[in-house]
T-cell receptor, first 115, second 115 residues
Framework: AQKVTQAQTEISVVEKEDVTLDCVYE???????LFWYKQPPSGELVFLIR??????QNEISGRYSWNFQKSTSSFNFTITASQVVDSAVYFC????????????FGTGTQLKVEL | NAGVTQTPKFQVLKTGQSMTLQCAQD?????MSWYRQDPGMGLRLIHY???????DQGEVPNGYNVSRSTTEDFPLRLLSAAPSQTSVYFC??????????????FGPGTRLTVT
């Protein structure tokens, strides 16, 4: 069975600090997809990134970057120069192929960015 | 495009009552799903559908029914509400292509309280 672990329940940083959110996954499939979603205080879920298991290139989008390492089954998310607007709960999720699009979510990391 | 819409936004039920949470999407997505979000547990899949007339159970299906008569709509029915079903419910949709999971778009959520 697939599993996603986000060991950091809550992280507090001061604005402009860099912060990394950890995500470790378990799956028996060789082909799978990983996602990150953001849930701001307003409650909606916002898609951030999708990565398949064959693409281990790191990705950067503005202040956001993702580090995918199959060797350690990790898909970590870094926010550079954090801002108050980054305060949210961040979820990592895993989907295996052949099962439709069933997502297994981690329990989320609450990020608080303070002035 | 409205994206994924859910009604109602809030609902209070008494134990034993039944109700239907509505979900609709206007993106012509094949895949639709229902999740529940409970504190400290992330999101868990209740039911999903890969097309009209096709539904299947997720991780926590007990106490819920679904049907998919059209591509656009995917209602979730609570048969006999219990306090354990107090949660925030999210509907989501995505395209499916060649069995590869794509990012899911989430509705705004329904906050349900069962007393």
């Amino acid at each position: 069975a697939q599993k996603v672990t986000q060991a950091q329940t809550e992280i507090s940083v001061v604005e402009k600090e860099d912060v990394t959110l950890d995500c470790v996954y378990e799956t028996r499939d060789t082909t799978y997809y990983l996602f990150w979603y953001k849930q701001p205080p307003s409650g909606e879920l916002v898609f951030l990134i999708r990565r398949n298991s064959f693409d281990e290139q790191n990705e950067i989008s503005g202040r956001y970057s993702w580090n995918f390492q199959k060797s350690t089954s990790s898909f970590n998310f870094t926010i550079t120069a954090s801002q108050v607007v980054d305060s949210a709960v961040y979820f990592c999720a895993l989907s295996e192929t052949g099962g439709g699009n069933k997502l297994t979510f981690g329990t989320g990391t609450q990020l608080k960015v303070e002035l | 495009n409205a994206g994924v819409t859910q009604t109602p936004k809030f609902q209070v039920l008494k134990t034993g009552q039944s109700m239907t949470l509505q979900c609709a999407q206007d993106m012509n997505h094949e895949y639709m799903s229902w999740y529940r979000q409970d504190p400290g547990m992330g999101l868990r899949l209740i039911h999903y559908s890969v097309g009209a007339g096709i539904t299947d159970q997720g991780e926590v299906p007990n106490g819920y029914n679904v049907s998919r008569s059209t591509t656009e709509d995917f209602p979730l029915r609570l048969l006999s509400a219990a306090p354990s079903q107090t949660s925030v419910y999210f509907c989501a949709s995505s395209r499916l292509a060649g069995g590869r999971p794509y990012e899911q778009y989430f509705g705004p959520g329904t906050r349900l309280t069962v007393t």
